[in-house]
């Protein structure tokens, strides 16, 4: 295998690695302002495509949330004979969100710093659209 494709390996699982140390975040965040099912959460994810992920690895990290105490969940009858299972934030939940939140503001700003002289101008309007 060529040194530039090991490379590109790493470089892609970092990311992916990245990606899914986030998703726990992004998950809680869409749950702040109302409880959704599972399939909303991952409407919700879906809008920014970077945080796309299959329907089985959300029902993994919410039962994760769920036994950490940080979500609810209750089954609801729909009304179309289909029950749905809504999940909301624990005040635990909405704590630990805050926390993540702060770290990630100061975290990303402090990388944005460093970043900037890395990526042109352009680079950097087209990431932050």
């Known amino acids: 295998m060529a040194l530039g ?3 590109d390996n790493r470089a892609d699982h970092w990311g992916a690695q990245f990606r899914k140390g986030c998703l726990e975040m992004a998950i809680l965040a869409s749950l702040w302002k ?5 399939l909303e959460i991952l409407r ?3 809008r920014s495509s970077s945080l796309g992920l299959a329907e089985g690895t959300l029902y993994v990290i919410l039962n ?4 950490d105490g940080l979500v609810h969940s209750e089954w609801v009858d729909a009304g179309s004979g289909h029950p749905r299972k809504y999940y ?8 630990r ?8 503001v100061q975290f990303s700003g402090d990388l944005d710093a460093l970043l900037e002289p890395v990526l042109s101008g352009r680079e950097l309007a087209s990431v932050h659209r």
């Not at 994760?64 to 036994?67: G, I, P, Q, T, V």
């Open 97 to 104: 969100l805050r926390t993540m939140a702060r770290f990630w």
């Open 5 to 7: 494709k090991i490379a």
């Open 34 to 38: 109302s409880r959704l099912y599972g």
């Open 64 to 67: 994760r949330l769920k036994a």
């Open 88 to 95: 909301w934030l624990t005040a635990s939940g909405k704590d």
């Open 44 to 46: 919700r994810l879906e």
